[in-house]
């Protein structure tokens, strides 16, 4: 069996937060650049979701190896 030299790596994106989500499929990105793109679209879809005094994490795995981590989070001054 040989390995397909172009193959492209598989990146996992999963969040943790008021709403998580575990990335069992992933997506085939160039390479990291490619995935920080890919993690900053997502965040910014994700941010409309955020609610004062709380955060979530987005974390962006090349297989099982973490590649970038994204924390976000919100604090609440009550009057």
């Given at each position: 069996?040989?390995?397909?030299?172009?193959?492209?790596?598989?990146?996992?994106?999963?969040?943790?937060?008021?709403?998580?989500?575990?990335?069992?499929?992933?997506?085939e990105?160039?390479?990291?650049?490619?995935?920080?793109?890919?993690?900053?679209?997502?965040?910014?879809?994700?941010?409309?979701?955020?609610?004062?005094?709380?955060?979530?994490?987005?974390?962006?795995?090349?297989?099982?190896?973490?590649?970038?981590?994204?924390?976000?989070?919100?604090?609440?001054?009550?009057?």
């Amino acid at each position: 069996m040989s390995m397909d030299r172009h193959a492209m790596p598989q990146y996992f994106f999963h969040i943790d937060g008021e709403q998580p989500f575990r990335d069992d499929s992933g997506v085939e990105l160039r390479d990291d650049r490619a995935a920080w793109r890919e993690a900053m679209r997502l965040a910014r879809d994700i941010e409309t979701n955020l609610s004062p005094g709380h955060g979530w994490c987005l974390q962006v795995c090349e297989g099982e190896m973490p590649v970038y981590r994204i924390v976000v989070a919100s604090e609440y001054r009550s009057p």
